[in-house]
Every structure is written in C-alpha cells, then in structure tokens.
C-alpha cells in the first residue's frame, strides 16, 4: 500500500494501522437492507487521506455502492489484535490516468488484463470516522486492552482505543 | 468457541472456518446511516446454526442493533487469507441461564464481573447469508485464489468462494 503524508498525527496513524493489514473487509447495504461484506486489497492512502481500490465495474458490489453510498472499512488481525473501523462514503468511477497512476506489479494476478481493462474501476472511500483498538506488545496486555474495548468501547489503561472524526 | 454439530455440510465449512479466526467485526447500521464495526468474540455456534456473544447492555451496540437488526459478521484471517461474510439478524437480550451456560474461564478478562453482572447481555445472530474466500496451502494459490475473488466475487479454480443461503 502507498501512503502518502497525512495532514495531522491521527490521520497518520490510521495509514500505519490499515498498512499493517492490507486487506479491507468492505461492507455495504443490499438493497433488500441486509449488510454484506467482501475483502479488498488497499491501494492508496493519498494525501487527503482517501483510500483506493481497485474494482471490477461488472462485480456485485458496484450496484450496492450507487444505491447507498455509506460503507465500512474493517481491518482485522487477530494473530496482532489489531482492530480498525472506518466509516465513510464510496465513489466508483473509472479514470484512467488514476488508474495508470496506482497500478503496482504486484496487483497483477488480481487484475489480469492490466490497467487498461475497460472493467477496471476505482473505489474511493471518503473517511468519516475511524476507531481502532490497538494494544501493546505482550500478550496480556493485548487481551486485556482488547477486552475492555469489546466490552465498552472505551480507552482502557492497558490497550489503546482511539477514534478520528473527520465529519463537519 | 464452542462448535455444536451443524444440520448439513454447508453450515460445518462455515463453522470451521469462523472457529479458525474467533473474533468477528460486527457491522451495523447507526441512526445517521452510517456503516460502524467493532470486535467481538465469538462464543459459540449452536446446533441451530446461531452465533452467540456477550456484550455490555451499556455499549454504543445496542442503540444501533435496536433500530437496524440486520448485521454483518466478518472473520478475517490476513495470515491465512481466509475470509468470511455473514448477513444477519441480530437480537439482544439477558437470560441468565443461557449466560450461565456461555460462561468460560477465557472470557473473564473480558467481563471481570462475571456470568451475574447486571451489564452483562446477550448478542444472538441468526445467519441469513454467508460468503467466504477460502484457499489451498501454497502461498501463490493463496494469492491467486484471494485475487480472483476480490475482482469477480466468482468460484475460481485455485480457491475457493462459497456462499451459503439460509433465506427461506
């Protein structure tokens, strides 16, 4: 993942946090209201601290995003106990000097035909708020730190649980 | 996490494959229509084929699940890219029996209060749908397999993408 130098400190450390996993579960609304999620590989953080993916215009997930533009990011690494959130809003579009711009060699065997693939697509997630729950080194802690977000969603002495509001 | 035996072999997959990670970001919908999630660890998978969780009655979750009962369950293994999509229907409720009965040595760092503490409640999701990415050892299978699921959601012939429907 690329990631472009954010303008303040939090916004910095959700980059560090999400390039640490790499792979978004993103959910989003069926129109019958039920929420439904698939894992997405993170291009970019740019300097506006937008995230970029790649994205087939053919594949089921483009309908749900025109119809209801909230989404959620989720970054999971159970093995770290690395926990983030990220609540925002979707655009698919396609733009091809973006799209020559973000693509990396290794993103080929997902995206065989290249950057020139009239079903390639961009999705660009606007980041509204974001939480995480982090924890330090040792594996109590962890538990512990990860305990008490689960069970009040609060900073706890031990883990670390932080949110980044970015809505006006 | 507790795995009773499943009706077919669908529902089996399934629980092996959420038991290989444990802990689930839960995704709801909040009153402003925004996308929100959070770890929660998952306690058992009954015979019935529900998810069982605490949670604190106190917690943010609550509001949100009680005007938006439909859920989403990821299980996201970035090591063993293993992930797994499940929408849902949530309940939330208290019976102490049923807590008595959840009740492990494993979770009390979690709820230092015990089986009997007030706060203490209780997350059931019934599964409506679920998806998952699954893939065989090699590392470059794995990549392949993950890939061709992130850019067509289909069936490919490395990994594998299942979907299991509950939906009557």
Do not use: C
């Not at 439904?36 to 053919?58: Q, V």
């Not at 995003?65 to 690395?82: F, G, M, T, W």
């Not at 080194?137 to 509001?165: C, I, N, P, W, Y």
């Amino acid at each position: 993942m690329r990631k472009q130098p954010q303008s303040d400190a939090d916004m910095q450390k959700l980059a560090d946090l999400i390039d640490e996993v790499g792979i978004a579960m993103l959910t989003t609304e069926e129109p019958d209201g039920s929420l439904r999620s698939r894992p997405l590989a993170t291009l970019e953080m740019d300097a506006e601290g937008k995230l970029w993916f790649f994205t087939a215009m053919s594949s089921g997930k483009v309908g749900e995003i025109d119809r209801h533009r909230k989404v959620n990011l989720s970054y999971a690494h159970v093995d770290e106990q690395n926990y983030v959130s990220i609540s925002g809003h979707a655009r698919l579009f396609r733009d091809q000097e973006k799209m020559n711009a973000l693509w990396t060699p290794w993103i080929e065997p997902w995206f065989p035909n290249g950057a020139n693939d009239p079903d390639l697509g961009l999705l660009e997630v606007t980041v509204e708020q974001a939480e995480y729950w982090d924890a330090p080194a040792s594996r109590m802690q962890r538990l512990f730190g990860l305990a008490k977000a689960l069970s009040t969603g609060q900073t706890d002495r031990l883990g670390e649980h932080g949110t980044v509001d970015r809505r006006q």
